[in-house]
């Protein structure tokens, strides 16, 4: 019995809650004969994973569900052994460009030509092709993704791939333009409450209301998240119920939390190096720069007055790429945290803010 | 005119040699050389009897000449020079060596008393000639020495013929007579004397010793026609010469200039004895020590004082040939501080010929085996004059090649006395001669081998002040002006480099005459490329320099810091550090203002550094590298404040470690990862496993348990501990029991992905601490689960696709926790089992065939994983007693439910699980009964 996010995951197109349009369309395109490469899109905790392991269990059959991590050795071009975990059924393959690093070229290509030069060997299997799983591809370096460009093309007859990505706006445009593109929007408030529903029903309680807004709004359109949190609510609190509930919420969020408020509460340089060490507490907890970023950049925005609003979320941006321009993350979120410091100061001390840049 | 007495103390000095030296062509030299001693004597006597101004001014005629190479100084003395000349070139020609003497003295007087008559041109063109005649006349019996050589008769006998012709010239010096003390019987033709020997020599000179008789039968006409053709031969040869010395001249250039004084003063001032040497007394002294230690070995002598005291020292080993414990000494320190030449004086000290083995020989182990060796093996040959050699290996830090082949190994081995061939059984000959290694970098990796056998001295910068005194010195030898100051700056500016502070001096003297701090300054150029210390950029980022000490260091104008500082930056070369160093330091800093503005600043030059650096290392454009350095400068600026000078920039960590917590941190989740069923793990990709799945399953896997036993639970929480075993042992979790830190025993959770919702050390609070009690309830439940799955494990062969860990897991928790009792009910249901399998195969075979079918078509479509899915008819039908949570399990990995409706249908079987943690009660029930 696994966690719930897991237990009650659809396990078929018919089983899934929401995007029903969506559904269909995947469900004919499985049905068809010519499945294209696809490449899935939206934000996380939408259901893509989901529904690319629904849409293969619809192209295969249960077999696909029989997963097995085989460990597999590279070779990269300095000679180096990279051992990586790959998780695979007899159908398919997932690859994870992050488990590799700064290879994955090697990898996709060792991957990719082993799978499209081999023809499926199991007769009974439904379909002739196999299929490539790439996870997180908006992560993928251009090399890969320019590796990608060909074989995609050439061995079409073995292998399709699905791309499973956050936005499109770093896939290159080549690879862009040979796959469907399928966006899988969050889920509304209200599907995800039908959703937590549902489990409660399958668990044999009810959900309070209460508890279930606290936990959408503490989720914001995350199902994965919001199922998470709903466990996680019901070991701590069984019986869920009284008006305020506490959400479980992740340390990290609550800590970048505390970051902003320490933020507001004091500007100076020696504030600037308290809250250095916390940004640090939190990388070393391997939070994405980014996420500490935009968590802080969000609660700040959740505090400050109105006129500063805008100011923060332009710096925030501003600063986010830089960062991802540059190579020390810490410089960043620090240039930003000051920048911040400067504006609220000059705003609470002076009343005005200066214009952008 | 020069003052008689000057004129003749200086001409000693440099008359001869520069005179000649300069003037002639390079090829007559040798000739000339003779020439010019026969000379001598000559005109050394009539040096020393002149008293006339005449001759002061021929003699300082040719200095002006040298002075003025190219052009002479006047007619006259490129006249006397052309005669001059001239006549060692027919000397030359003619080759006759008994009379070269003579004709050089002649035509030394011929030039000299041209003037007198000889030669009308010159009578006419120089104006001022009376005089020298006047005094020439009168000196007329210094020239006697050559009437004294040759025969007598050759010079009286021309005089009479001249005699008409000199009186008319001569007449109105008629006090020269006095001069008169040897020659009586001429007296009143003694004037006209002197240009008749003079023309009679010249003529003998061409025609080889003609008689005095000749030349009475020679017309006066003709002599003069004769002296004349001669005169303007010589004045073409001479043009011809000075015309190829000119050509030559210009063609060597520079090269014959400096020829004159090649040696650098590098060499030149070298020291040459011990005591002359410059740095650290205790330095020489350990050096000369250690080098003392071989006499025994070498000279086979004793040094009373040494030898106790390296007797007391506490590891001293006894070596039968009275060698020092290391045999090899290594000197290690900057360029030009001095260690070569303390190597070579020592070893000359102690007594020993020095070999060296510089960069410039070939340096392999071969080199060890053949010059080396030999050098020290050959003992005393002719060669050694009688002494031992001791080896400098300099430069060996450049000694390239690693493995076993190489220059240090061999070299180490020689000094270990290990044989050269393996086999031999003879031993090696052991090493009886000192020898010393001088290295830059005592931390080369080439020297890694060699540190542990050597003895290593250091070498510190000599000390300013000795070494000021000594380029002093140097300066007032060279005649140099140059005041302490200027030197002062000249060693901090080298940074105490001899060498090239001595190379610097060599250079400047070579333009000017005075040292001065442009003349260092320009010539600094090439300054040693020494790298700074990180410490000292930080410093000068941070600290801005005092008035006082700007002013003494040259050419720094704080208003223009930017040369100065990105000098710095770039010479310290490790830019990332230097950034990191200012990163973690700037909020440390003083001159912070209200605002932060300069923060906002500062941080922009961070953002540009960082993109700068990113792109070079991303996309290898090196281009932009030379900014990267600008990006730090521009930080002086913000950040600038004498009051920095109490905080030093701490050595950056910050950085480091939490990249290092990180590290960790991954390989926690990575633990995590691995044991989690595959599912899982496409489903929570690398970041959302931190940021969704840890932090939550945490909270999720610590329940609000209260720890009392587990049979007086109340049903609501025992369904949250089997919730709890059920979840924690498919993600792999488990509770190991440990000692702490302070003796008491904890349950620690494995793989710890508690790390992850602790910061600053601290537990989230919305986490119930979960007490030991509770930890080890759940972990005595875990382990009754996993006892009961590995007997149900054991019956069917294997557990489900996704448990092959917590079958491992299982088979050890039975053999490690053999009190619990799950585990003998494990292996009586293993026991009871067993003929059920078989039972039930016979059972279903006969029931139901389609499925036996069924079941025996998978496996061959589907390999491993699908164990479970053969045996599972059998989990549905047989299993109902004591494992249902397994059934529940298997379920929910397996996808059997659903693939096999028809099955499903056909054998209904309903059963009751019997909640509890261990199956104790156990029943034999019959299959009809299930069914």
């Not at chain 2, 008409?164 to 007579?177: F, K």
């Not at chain 2, 009586?184 to 023309?199: A, G, L, Y």
């Not at chain 2, 002719?382 to 290996?393: F, Q, R």
């Not at chain 2, 602790?758 to 986490?767: E, Q, S, T």
């Amino acid at each position: 019995m696994s966690l719930w996010v897991d237990k009650y995951r659809p396990r078929t197109l018919d089983d899934l809650h929401y995007h029903e349009e969506l559904s269909s369309r995947l469900r004919s395109l499985a049905a068809s004969g010519d499945f294209p490469h696809i490449l899935f899109y939206g934000p996380s905790g939408a259901g893509k994973k989901t529904r690319i392991m629904c849409t293969l269990r619809e192209l295969y059959g249960p077999g696909v569900e029989k997963l097995r991590i085989d460990q597999r050795v590279f070779v990269t071009p300095s000679n180096r052994k990279l051992d990586v975990n790959v998780v695979q059924s007899n159908y398919h393959i997932e690859l994870t460009p992050s488990d590799v690093g700064m290879y994955d070229r090697v990898v996709i290509q060792d991957i990719l030509k082993e799978i499209a030069q081999t023809q499926q060997v199991d007769l009974n299997a439904k379909q002739r092709f196999k299929v490539v799983i790439i996870n997180e591809a908006d992560s993928l370096t251009r090399d890969a993704q320019a590796a990608l460009r060909r074989t995609m093309e050439k061995y079409m007859n073995n292998m399709r791939l699905i791309l499973c990505a956050n936005s499109t706006s770093k896939i290159i445009a080549p690879i862009r333009s040979r796959c469907l593109l399928v966006r899988v929007a969050a889920p509304t408030d209200d599907e995800m409450s039908k959703v937590l529903h549902h489990v409660a029903k399958k668990e044999r309680f009810s959900l309070p209301s209460p508890a279930c807004q606290s936990i959408l709004t503490s989720s914001s359109g995350n199902l994965r998240k919001a199922l998470l949190v709903f466990e996680a609510m019901k070991m701590q609190k069984p019986d869920l119920a009284g008006g305020d509930i506490d959400v479980a919420k992740p340390d990290w969020e609550t800590y970048c939390a505390k970051v902003a408020d320490s933020i507001l509460q004091e500007q100076s340089a020696q504030r600037l190096l308290d809250v250095r060490g916390k940004i640090y507490e939190l990388l070393s907890h391997c939070i994405p720069p980014t996420v500490v970023l935009k968590t802080i950049a969000e609660r700040l925005v959740d505090k400050v007055d109105d006129t500063l609003k805008p100011q923060i979320i332009h710096w925030a941006a501003y600063y986010e790429l830089r960062m991802r321009m540059g190579s020390k993350k810490i410089f960043h979120i620090e240039a930003f945290i000051a920048k911040v410091m400067t504006v609220y100061k000059q705003f609470h001390l002076m009343g005005y803010i200066d214009d952008f840049e | 005119m020069s003052d008689p007495t000057t004129s003749s103390s200086s001409r000693p000095v440099f008359e001869p040699t520069d005179i000649f030296d300069f003037d002639f062509p390079p090829p007559p030299q040798p000739v000339s050389t003779d020439i010019s001693l026969d000379v001598d004597p000559i005109t050394n006597e009539v040096v020393g009897n002149a008293s006339g101004n005449s001759w002061g001014k021929i003699d300082t005629s040719p200095r002006e000449f040298r002075e003025a190479p190219s052009l002479g100084g006047s007619d006259f003395d490129e006249d006397e020079m052309a005669m001059m000349e001239m006549e060692r070139e027919s000397e030359k020609l003619r080759s006759t060596s008994n009379t070269a003497r003579n004709t050089a003295a002649s035509s030394r007087d011929i030039g000299q008393s041209a003037p007198n008559g000889a030669s009308q041109d010159d009578w006419m063109n120089g104006p001022s000639q009376p005089q020298p005649v006047a005094s020439s006349s009168r000196n007329r019996p210094a020239l006697t020495p050559p009437p004294e050589r040759e025969a007598s008769p050759i010079d009286l006998a021309p005089l009479p013929m001249f005699e008409s012709y000199l009186d008319i010239c001569t007449l109105p010096t008629l006090r020269a007579e006095t001069a008169e003390g040897k020659m009586v019987s001429f007296k009143r033709r003694n004037r006209p004397k002197p240009p008749v020997i003079q023309t009679t020599r010249t003529h003998k000179g061409v025609t080889t010793k003609t008689d005095a008789g000749d030349l009475l039968s020679v017309p006066l006409h003709r002599l003069l026609a004769e002296v004349d053709e001669l005169k303007s031969q010589q004045k073409a040869i001479k043009l011809q010469q000075r015309y190829d010395e000119e050509q030559r001249r210009a063609e060597r250039g520079v090269l014959t200039a400096t020829s004159i004084n090649s040696t650098m003063w590098v060499d030149k001032y070298r020291p040459k004895k011990f005591s002359d040497l410059l740095g650290e007394d205790r330095v020489h002294r350990e050096v000369m020590g250690w080098l003392k230690e071989w006499d025994k070995c070498v000279f086979k002598r004793t040094l009373p004082g040494k030898k106790r005291k390296v007797e007391e020292s506490e590891n001293f080993v006894y070596d039968p040939l009275g060698r020092p414990r290391e045999r090899i000494l290594l000197l290690s320190g900057p360029p030009g501080y001095g260690k070569t030449t303390l190597a070579h004086i020592v070893a000359r000290h102690a007594g020993y010929r020095t070999l060296e083995i510089n960069a410039s020989d070939d340096r392999s182990a071969a080199t060890v085996s053949t010059r080396i060796k030999n050098a020290i093996e050959s003992g005393t040959g002719l060669a050694s004059e009688g002494k031992p050699t001791c080896v400098v290996i300099d430069e060996i830090d450049g000694a390239s090649g690693g493995g076993d082949a190489s220059f240090v190994r061999s070299l180490i081995k020689l000094i270990q006395d290990v044989p050269a061939k393996k086999k031999s059984n003879t031993p090696a000959k052991p090493l009886r001669r000192p020898i010393i290694c001088i290295c830059n970098d005592l931390y080369a990796t080439t020297l890694r081998p060699l540190r542990p056998f050597a003895r290593i001295i250091r070498f510190r910068k000599p000390q300013a002040q000795f070494l000021v005194k000594r380029l002093r010195e140097i300066c007032d030898r060279e005649t140099l002006s140059a005041d302490l100051r200027v030197l002062t700056t000249l060693v901090d500016v080298t940074s105490g480099d001899v060498r090239s502070c001595l190379n610097t001096l060599q250079f400047i003297k070579s333009k000017t005459s005075a040292v001065t701090d442009e003349a260092i300054k320009s010539s600094s150029v090439g300054l040693k490329d020494s790298g700074t210390t990180l410490q000292s950029v930080w410093n000068s980022l941070f600290i801005p320099i005092a008035a006082k000490q700007r002013r003494r260091a040259i050419g720094i104008d704080d208003g223009r810091y930017v040369d100065r500082i990105s000098f710095q930056v770039q010479a310290c070369g490790d830019y990332d550090k230097v950034v990191q160093g200012c990163f973690e330091h700037y909020p440390n800093l003083k001159p912070m203002d209200a605002s932060l503005g300069n923060l906002c600043k500062v941080h922009d030059w961070l953002g540009y550094y960082d993109r700068l650096a990113t792109k070079v290392g991303d996309s290898q454009e090196w281009e932009l590298m030379g900014y990267m350095p600008y990006a730090i400068t521009a930080w002086y600026s913000h950040l600038a404040s004498p009051a920095n000078n109490t905080k030093p920039t701490e050595w950056p960590k910050a950085d480091y470690e939490s990249y290092q917590a990180r590290i960790a941190n991954e390989e926690i989740a990575t633990n995590m990862k691995a044991l989690i069923p595959p599912i899982m793990r496409s489903l929570f990709l690398t970041t959302t496993t931190y940021t969704e799945l840890i932090p939550l399953l945490m909270r999720i896997i610590s329940p609000p348990l209260k720890p009392v036993n587990a049979n007086i639970v109340k049903p609501a929480e025992r369904a949250v501990l089997s919730r709890l075993v059920e979840l924690m042992i498919p993600l792999g979790l488990q509770f190991w029991q440990e000692k702490g830190e302070n003796g008491q025993p904890m349950m620690r959770l494995e793989p710890p992905i508690d790390v992850f919702v602790h910061y600053d050390g601290k537990r989230a609070d919305d986490i119930i601490a979960s007490r030991f009690a509770v930890r080890q309830l759940v972990a005595q439940a875990m382990d009754a689960e996993i006892a009961r799955r590995s007997g149900a494990a054991g019956a069917e062969g294997t557990g489900t696709g996704a448990d092959s860990f917590s079958r491992a897991y299982g088979l050890k928790s039975s053999s490690s926790m053999p009190g619990t009792g799950g585990v003998p009910t494990g292996q009586k249901i293993d026991k009871a089992d067993l003929p059920a399998t078989d039972f039930f195969g016979r059972q279903v075979s006969l029931q139901t065939t389609p499925s036996i079918l069924l079941s025996v078509q998978e496996p061959t479509d589907e390999i491993s994983p699908l164990r479970t899915g053969a045996v599972a008819p059998p989990v549905h039908l047989e299993k109902p007693s004591h494992a249902k949570s397994i059934f529940g399990f298997s379920a929910s990995t397996s996808p059997l439910p659903v693939e096999q409706p028809p099955m499903k249908k056909r054998f209904v079987a309903k059963y009751k699980f019997h909640e509890g943690s261990l199956s104790a009660v156990r029943r034999n029930i019959k299959m009809s009964a299930l069914m």
